[in-house]
């Protein structure tokens, strides 16, 4: 073989490897709401819907996570307790808590981006493949400016009645 034969070999090998696209994630992970809003000290449940993208059942074997500041703690029970053990080819699960995020008491108010949850798994129940993965975000607000839901509204407003009502029949009695 000549040096200009190797060489084009070479160069086709190396152009080759150079074009091959990136593999695409294997498991769809579509949160419910990418952004949660919560007080310093509250737990955030973060819901969602996997879909299988792949022509293969996968399992999915476990997770992993990175967030921004250390005063937001990840817990991944959700997942582990409501994620299906594999998904067939083009099947979806969900939509099912897949974690928690707690915020520290001593968590300035702002907005945290960049946070990522990653699930793992692939074609046997041994594989450690990244197959999807996905970003949140949580907003601290302060104590003060979280809105009461209205279940206790309504809770408060009908106690505000009964004690109006007591009043105004109490003194005709």
């Known amino acids: 073989m000549t040096r200009r ?5 070479l160069l086709v090998t190396v152009i080759a490897f150079m074009v091959v696209p990136a593999t695409a994630q294997d498991i769809g992970i579509v949160l419910s709401q990418s952004t949660l809003t ?7 449940t973060f819901d969602a819907t996997l879909t299988n993208l792949s022509s293969s ?6 997770d992993s996570y ?16 409501n994620a299906p053990l594999s998904l067939a080819a083009g099947a979806s699960g969900g939509a099912f808590a897949i974690f928690t995020v707690t915020i520290a008491p001593s968590l300035a108010p702002g907005v ?12 046997s129940g041994t594989d450690f493949n ?3 993965s996905t970003n949140f975000t949580v907003d601290v607000v302060s104590a003060t400016s979280v809105v009461p839901e209205p ?10 009645l009964g004690l109006v009502m007591k009043r105004k029949f109490g003194r005709s009695a």
Request: aromatic fraction near 8%.
């Open 66 to 81: 990175t967030t921004v500041s250390p005063s937001l703690t990840v817990s991944v029970n959700p997942f582990l307790s």
């Open 5 to 9: 034969s190797l060489f084009i070999i």
């Open 130 to 132: 990244v197959l999807g």
């Open 151 to 160: 279940a206790s509204l309504v809770l408060v407003g009908t106690g505000l």
């Open 112 to 123: 945290y981006s960049l946070n990522d949850f990653t699930i793992i798994g692939g074609l």
């Open 57 to 62: 059942t996968i399992f999915l074997n476990g």
């Open 38 to 44: 919560g007080a310093a000290g509250t737990t955030l």
